[in-house]
């Protein structure tokens, strides 16, 4: 079954800090792989996408890698924001056919001043 | 901020009350879709549409009911109401091919009593 799987499910840090997140997947042929930033009462909002031959893409202080050898992607934020508390979510598209995305349950962040 | 608006944006109803929920979108995607989403886990497919008089099932489908008759109305309606539908419901709208992302609205929250 197509899994995307994400880590941690919780994270809690101080403002100006950095912050990694992960998200592994199954989801089989791979098209593209998005992260989305949902913040509390809003829907999500993409941030990136990534496709296969794509390793690094940044879009302000999120960086977003890729490694579609070990189905591995990450985000990271760098000097977090008060602003970024938020669940980020990994989403992954199969190529071909249907265009159907798979969630991952998010990461739920949370920067304290 | 995409142009996709979601209403109500609360309510509470009853058991057994036939209700729905409406999204409509100026972007003029084909591509819409009606997810489900409970706290800490990932979004759910219930519906999804790929242009007008084009509605398929999603892995919730069960119970509720779509229709496209519009391109920028996709209505979601519940026959029956009971206490387990109870949830936020998001509506997305898409563009072109898998790479595009989805544009969400700021869901409608459910409550059933």
């Known amino acids: 079954k197509n899994q995307v799987e994400q880590s941690p499910q919780s994270l809690i840090i101080l403002e100006g800090k950095n912050c990694t997140l992960q998200?592994?997947?199954?989801?089989?042929?791979?098209?593209?792989l998005r992260w989305y930033k949902q913040d509390t009462g809003r829907g999500p909002v993409s941030l990136t996408i990534m496709t296969f031959s794509e390793n690094t893409k940044s879009n302000g202080r999120y960086t977003a890698t890729l490694d579609a050898d070990t189905k591995q992607s990450s985000l990271h934020i760098t000097a977090s924001q008060l602003s970024d508390s938020a669940s980020y979510i990994c989403?992954?598209?199969?190529?071909?056919?249907?265009?159907?995305?798979?969630f991952g349950r998010g990461t739920s962040l949370i920067v304290h001043p | 901020e995409a142009d996709i608006y979601q209403t109500p944006r609360y309510l509470v109803i009853g058991t057994g009350k036939k209700i729905t929920l409406e999204c409509s979108q100026t972007?003029?995607?084909?591509?819409m879709y009606w997810y489900q989403q409970d706290p800490g886990m990932e979004l759910h497919l219930i519906h999804y549409?790929?242009?007008?008089?084009?509605?398929e099932k999603g892995d919730l489908s069960s119970e509720s009911t779509v229709s496209r008759i519009r391109t920028e109305h996709f209505p979601l309606t519940l026959e029956s109401a009971r206490p387990s539908h109870t949830s936020q419901y998001l509506c997305a709208s898409s563009a072109g091919q898998g790479a595009t992302p989805l544009h969400f609205g700021n869901g409608t929250r459910l409550t059933v009593t």
């Open positions: 972007m003029g995607h084909d591509k």
């Open positions: 998200c592994n997947y199954t989801v089989s042929p791979f098209s593209n």
């Open positions: 989403v992954v598209s199969r190529s071909g056919g249907s265009y159907i995305p798979t």
């Open positions: 549409s790929y242009g007008v008089n084009s509605t």
